[in-house]
């Protein structure tokens, strides 16, 4: 996901957005507790998402562009 994508966006669907990345990463943290994890990338990656939308919903509600 690139931060591009996410200046388009508006706050309800970067919280939407900032909920599923969160569920999904708890589920792969569950897959990896019980050795089931195949592509651990993707924690990193999903790390980083939620980083990016966190960073774009304060720079939203500070009133930033």
Not at 15 to 43: C, I, P, Y
């Amino acid at each position: 996901m690139k931060f591009a994508e996410l200046k388009e966006k508006t706050i309800p669907e970067l919280v939407a957005l900032g909920e599923e990345l969160r569920r999904e990463l708890f589920n792969l943290r569950l897959q990896k507790a019980s050795s089931q994890l195949e592509k651990t990338d993707r924690l990193r990656q999903l790390r980083r998402d939620i980083a990016r939308v966190e960073t774009r919903l304060t720079q939203l509600r500070r009133g930033q562009s």
